[in-house]
């Protein structure tokens, strides 16, 4: 499936002089001067080490020996591992800088310290927890202003704006609801309305792969990069990108102040991972693309923005390039649901998504629990989702899995014509055909 703006994606990333280009150890130029393609960049650093070493050694130093004027003295301050991936991903995010720090609300923390009491911050009413845990502890303590709207509706949002507007918060596409946002609508309309606001937007869920805000009019591109950049769930990080040298001094200040960078052995391991996101990330999304044309086909309500079916799939291949690995369906029942997850064996039940091995949650069981029922009834936050964040497996397997799971748990029934007709909806789950264990 290919982007519809493809082909303007490519040519944006045309550098034929190669002068804008940030100060990358990724060899950026090849002879006919096209830039190289990210999958390759993501693979290739140059770590002009003395040593020759082929790849960035860890600097497990927390001091360096020499007088001022040094590149290094401390570690919390800078340590070259950390400076090497920062370079690595300031190309990347197509960012002039950036910052790495020990966990994605780290970065959330470090970018929304600029603010001053009596800023405002408009912001989506389907935040990540965390990002919401935060902005409200600002609220509460910092005389921040935080205004949660609607952020699929351009109009609410112009609406919120003001030229009192500090920030503008924004996660595209928000998971579990898998709502997109307009970055580049929304970024024009919040420096109209405030020249100064900062426009931050959370990429976790598409990751440099796929979107890059700071192309489509955002000051920050942010992202946990426990998630798709490591890919393995061994690690937690935090990336932030700007183009905007002076808005990246500021967050600097505020890392080298508070001492979340990312340690060098984080920074190495989170280095290894990103030489392989390009393949992870196509597997996955081929991989979730398959799951969610076998769950529609079945009868279920599926949001992926791979799908036609998604209500804003035009808008977000206008900003995209691939629809992620992470969906959610609706069963219709709680209980039906939860004997769902609990019936699959390859999907893991977990919180968090992005690893290479797929796992299945239901969030108003799991991370969204901590959010009031009733706040979850108005933002429309369906009790039986189910959330599934794709993996690498082999896609029988995974199809395999979960047609297990849906017909142990009594959503599906197997007839003489095979796995088709979908159980009518209800709490008791009466179909009693099930398989036998593998
Ligand atoms: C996980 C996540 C975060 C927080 O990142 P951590 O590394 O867990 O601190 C922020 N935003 C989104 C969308 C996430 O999924």
Known sequence: MAAPNAIANAMSR???????????????????????????ELVHTNVGDQHHAANMPIYQTATFHGGPGQQYDYTRSGNPTRTHLENHLAKIMNANRALVVSSGMGACDVITRILKPGDEVVTGDDLYGGTNRLLT???????????????????TVKAALSDKTAMVLLETPTNPLIKIIDIAGISTAAHEASPNAVVAVDNTMMSPYLQNPLDLGADVTYESGTKYLSGHHDLMAGVIGVNNLALGDKFFFMINSTGCGLAPFDSWLLLRGIKTLAVRMEKQQANTMA????????GFKVRYPGLKS????????????GAGAVLSFETGSIALSERIVESTKL?????????????????????????DPALRKERALPEDIIRLCVGIEDINDL?????????????????????????????????KQVVDEP
């Open 310 to 321: 998604h209500s804003q799939y035009a808008l977000h291949w206008s900003q995209a390039r």
């Open 347 to 371: 999907f893991g039940i977990s919180v968090s998504f992005g690893c290479v091995n797929s796992l299945i949650s239901m969030p108003c069981r799991m991370s969204h629990a901590s959010i």
């Open 291 to 298: 799951i969610a044309q076998f769950l529609e086909a079945h």
């Open 399 to 431: 199809v395999d899995d979960l047609s297990q799971a849906l017909v142990r748990a009594g959503a599906v029934t197997l007839t003489k014509d095979g796995f088709v007709a979908r159980e009518v909806e209800g709490e008791t789950g009466t179909t």
């Open 137 to 155: 502890y600002m609220k509460e303590n910092g005389g921040i202003i935080v205004k949660h709207v609607d952020t699929t509706k351009l109009d």
């Open 14 to 40: 045309l550098d034929l002089e190669g002068h804008d280009l940030p100060p990358s150890p990724a060899p950026s130029t090849p002879s006919n001067g096209r830039r190289y393609a990210l999958a390759t």
